[in-house]
């Protein structure tokens, strides 16, 4: 929240130094971003640095992050069930957390693993046509 406020009500070189952040930066020889803002919330950064895209996969990482917290829950229920009984509860667990896992794997191996580390390589700009 205190990023926000201080582009939105700040000096302009607060508003400079996060625009800077947003911007390109070289990592380990590779040109990539450094940060990938989504697009809900950060449109006025995103038109103080229109070199980098906004991304619109907020729904996506919040039904992994839920699916995370299924997959968890899921496994140390399963485990605790296994041990102390009734076993065949505990394998349901297991089991609702092994899909769990899948649908994680699934999606981000649909997505591209590279979400994940914003290490992303950016596409190289075209400079000038003819």
Partial sequence: ???????????????ATVTRY??????????SVRVRPAAAGWRHIAALAPEVAP???GWYNLMDW?????????A????????????SLGFVF??????????IYWDLSRRGWQT???????????KGKG
């Avoid at 929240?1 to 508003?15: I, L, N, Q, Y």
């Avoid at 839920?66 to 899921?74: D, H, I, K, Q, T």
């Fill in 94 to 103: 297991l089991l609702i957390s092994a899909a769990a896992g899948f649908a």
């Fill in 1 to 15: 929240m205190a990023p926000r406020a201080a582009v939105a009500f700040g000096a302009a070189s607060e508003r």
């Fill in 22 to 31: 947003a911007a390109r930066s070289r990592i380990d020889g590779e040109e």
């Fill in 66 to 74: 839920l699916l995370g917290c299924v997959m968890v829950y899921m």
């Fill in 76 to 87: 140390l229920f399963g485990i605790g069930k296994l041990l102390l009984g009734p076993a």
């Fill in 116 to 126: 994940l580390s914003g290490q992303q390589p950016v596409r190289p700009s075209v």
């Fill in 55 to 57: 991304v619109h996969d």
